[in-house]
């Protein structure tokens, strides 16, 4: 009976392969990159993957053989104890601390991109969240923001493909998490604090803004829509937005 209960053991590996091997054929994997910056970011969390994938597996396959080989049922020879390997325990100290210096040495470089390399520009919008809701305010043709010729919107981000854009993110209440998954983009928005967010967009279409930050009861309905234009039509949008506006007020 104990050794059923090995091969039982066995299957939490095996069925975690064949899930993760089947994933990206149904499409529950990560989504489509459209990002200039999203295959560094990408690369690092697959390695990442792969590495910590081997180590479970490995894991589970050693457990495995050890409840098979040690299966009470079969093993008629006293309990032996042991108090440990000095050696041992310097391996299974050293390897991990290595590993993790090496994953924050090679992260070094997808993390000053998307974080501490900012590019000199003005910000194209402010992005501020609140329960449950994404405020967006652009400059109106004056470039400047907090001016009477702001243009403003709700749930909707629209910006110039291929092009590097900058957005200040704020929070007006609680602590927010700006999430987009096709730019490779999650920013916490702290409340009192004005954090830059910049990246480049690569393909024009509609794309998900989430929060990826529990902030409330309506935490699940906080949601946006990016659109990504031509520079054309991006400028055709903000005078459409102008006119709406003017016709409110």
Not at 44 to 71: C, H, R, S
Not at 120 to 142: C, K, M, N, S
Request: proline share 6%; charged share 20%; hydrophobic share 45%.
């Amino acid at each position: 009976m104990g050794r059923i209960w090995s091969f039982l053991f066995l299957l939490v590996p095996v069925l975690g392969v064949a899930v993760f091997l089947a994933a990206p054929v149904y499409r529950h994997w990560l989504p489509d990159d459209w990002s200039a910056h999203g295959r560094r970011i990408d690369d690092l969390w697959y390695f990442i993957l792969y590495l910590t994938g081997a180590v479970f597996v490995a894991t589970e396959v050693v457990l495995f053989w050890f409840m098979w080989k040690y299966d009470s049922g079969k093993n008629t020879k006293p309990v032996e104890y042991t108090h440990g390997s000095h050696n041992l325990e310097v391996i299974w100290t050293l390897l991990p601390a290595a590993t993790l210096l090496f994953i924050a040495i090679m992260q070094m470089k997808a993390w000053e991109e998307a974080k501490m390399d900012k590019p000199h520009l003005p910000p194209l919008a402010r992005v501020t969240a609140r329960q449950f809701e994404w405020r967006i305010q652009y400059p109106g043709p004056d470039g400047k923001l907090d001016t009477p010729d702001d243009l403003h919107t709700v749930n909707e981000l629209a910006i110039p493909v291929d092009e590097e854009v900058v957005i200040d993110l704020e929070s007006m209440d609680v602590l927010h998490s700006f999430f987009l998954p096709n730019m490779r983009v999650k920013q916490d928005a702290v409340p009192g604090s004005v954090i830059p967010v910049w990246f480049t967009a690569t393909r024009t279409g509609e794309y998900d803004i989430v929060c990826a930050e529990l902030c409330g009861w309506g935490h699940y309905k906080m949601k946006g829509r990016l659109n990504v234009l031509s520079r054309p039509e991006y400028l055709n949008w903000l005078e459409n937005l102008r006119i709406q506006q003017e016709a409110t007020q």
